[in-house]
């Protein structure tokens, strides 16, 4: 298996710096020309419990009580020996997805486009009477489900991306993708050393003020959960199991964060966090198949996950504790 096949569609600028590939299926949720219509039970979400992007979906639709009207399918961590970039229904019997009949997801991808030619991505969002991906944004996809999907949200669902602060959370989440969820990616898959360390500097510049910005409130926005919560979660749960080794952000460990560290156990502790991790899927992928290094694919064995159920002591900081 050859390390570059696995980035096929993605490339490194002249100065070695990683540029993620545009997303490619973008059509908009809502009733409009053009737009995906609304629908229950019309869609299912494949994702994979080692991707961030996918994640953040899945929590997102535990949290709205979306699971009855969103079906998901679930890929292999570990990727397909094949000659480009794919994902596999191999956990499902018969190595094919029950629901959709495909044993990959480049069967969807290339039954929507036959001349696509990036990497097949999770998330990806499958009309199933067709059977073609309609919208891959990782992006905005949960602003989607936070808002024009509203009337399927369960009585109690929480308000994750409220009107008035729409336009905070938005700045806020284009912050945390540049400098951590894909600040990351920037320095493991650096080709150049200039680049690299540019990268790693912009991650820790970045968690610093963010594990000051927590020292006062228990989430990013005060009291409440928000999708920014959530688009940050899914990077610190990866970064002492997969980020700290794989891709060289090696200052400091999340457990060195005092503020960051609390904040993450806080949120996983929550079901529809931590119900939707997958330790053993996360460091599978990104050691077997983001390492060039680890040329025998070891996995390793940790960091304990029973630290995450460490109590955190977050809720004195909350204005109107629970």
Same mark, same amino acid.
Not at 134 to 144: A, G, H, M, Q, W
């Given at each position: 298996?050859?390390?570059?096949?696995?980035?096929?569609?993605?490339?490194?600028?002249?100065?070695?710096?990683?540029?993620?590939?545009?997303? @490619?299926?973008?059509?908009? $949720?809502?009733?409009?020309?053009? %737009?995906?219509?609304? %629908?229950?039970?019309?869609?299912?979400?494949?994702? #994979?419990?080692?991707?961030?992007?996918?994640?953040?979906?899945?929590?997102?639709? #535990?949290?709205?009580?979306?699971?009855?009207?969103?079906?998901?399918?679930?890929?292999?961590?570990?990727?397909?020996?094949?000659?480009?970039?794919?994902?596999?229904?191999?956990?499902?019997?018969?190595?094919?997805?029950?629901?959709?009949?495909?044993?990959?997801?480049?069967?969807?991808?290339?039954? #929507?486009?036959?001349?696509?030619?990036?990497?097949?991505?999770?998330?990806?969002?499958?009309?199933?009477? #067709?059977?073609?991906?309609?919208?891959?944004?990782? $992006?905005?996809?949960?602003?989607?489900?936070?808002?024009?999907?509203?009337?399927?949200?369960?009585?109690?669902?929480?308000?994750?991306?409220?009107?008035?602060?729409?336009?905070?959370?938005? %700045?806020?989440?284009?912050?945390?993708?540049?400098?951590?969820?894909?600040?990351?990616?920037?320095?493991?898959?650096?080709?150049?050393?200039?680049?690299?360390?540019?990268?790693?500097?912009?991650?820790?510049?970045?968690?610093?003020?963010?594990?000051?910005?927590?020292?006062?409130?228990?989430?990013?926005?005060?009291?409440?959960?928000?999708?920014?919560?959530?688009?940050?979660?899914?990077?610190?749960?990866? $970064?002492?199991?997969?980020?700290?080794?794989?891709?060289?952000?090696?200052?400091?460990?999340?457990?060195?964060?005092? @503020?960051?560290?609390?904040?993450?156990?806080?949120?996983?502790?929550?079901?529809? $966090?931590?119900?939707?991790?997958?330790?053993?899927?996360?460091?599978?992928?990104?050691?077997?198949?983001?390492?060039?290094?680890?040329?025998?694919?070891?996995?390793?064995?940790?960091?304990?996950?029973?630290?995450?159920?460490?109590? @955190?002591?977050?809720?004195?900081?909350?204005?109107?504790?629970?």
């Amino acid at each position: 298996m050859a390390y570059k096949t696995w980035f096929a569609g993605e490339t490194n600028n002249a100065s070695g710096a990683f540029v993620r590939q545009g997303n @490619h299926f973008t059509a908009p $949720f809502g009733a409009g020309e053009g %737009e995906l219509p609304i %629908e229950a039970g019309r869609y299912r979400l494949i994702w #994979s419990a080692a991707c961030p992007w996918a994640t953040r979906q899945m929590i997102v639709r #535990s949290l709205l009580g979306l699971e009855k009207v969103l079906s998901v399918g679930l890929v292999d961590p570990i990727r397909p020996a094949k000659e480009y970039s794919d994902w596999a229904f191999s956990l499902d019997p018969g190595a094919v997805d029950p629901v959709l009949k495909v044993k990959y997801l480049s069967d969807l991808y290339l039954a #929507s486009d036959p001349n696509y030619q990036g990497r097949f991505t999770v998330p990806a969002i499958v009309d199933i009477p #067709s059977g073609t991906v309609v919208n891959n944004d990782y $992006f905005n996809l949960s602003y989607y489900w936070e808002t024009v999907w509203q009337d399927f949200h369960k009585p109690d669902a929480p308000d994750l991306f409220p009107e008035k602060l729409r336009q905070d959370i938005q %700045e806020l989440n284009s912050i945390i993708f540049h400098d951590v969820n894909n600040g990351v990616y920037k320095a493991g898959f650096a080709r150049g050393q200039a680049a690299y360390e540019a990268a790693y500097h912009r991650v820790f510049k970045r968690l610093d003020w963010l594990d000051g910005r927590l020292s006062t409130q228990r989430y990013l926005f005060g009291d409440s959960i928000t999708d920014s919560d959530i688009r940050l979660w899914v990077s610190l749960a990866r $970064f002492d199991a997969a980020y700290y080794n794989a891709f060289r952000v090696n200052r400091n460990r999340l457990t060195d964060f005092p @503020h960051l560290w609390a904040y993450a156990r806080d949120l996983y502790q929550i079901p529809a $966090f931590g119900e939707n991790t997958h330790f053993d899927h996360i460091k599978a992928h990104y050691h077997v198949c983001c390492d060039p290094g680890n040329v025998f694919g070891i996995v390793p064995k940790g960091p304990d996950a029973a630290a995450w159920k460490i109590a @955190h002591g977050r809720e004195k900081l909350a204005i109107h504790p629970a």
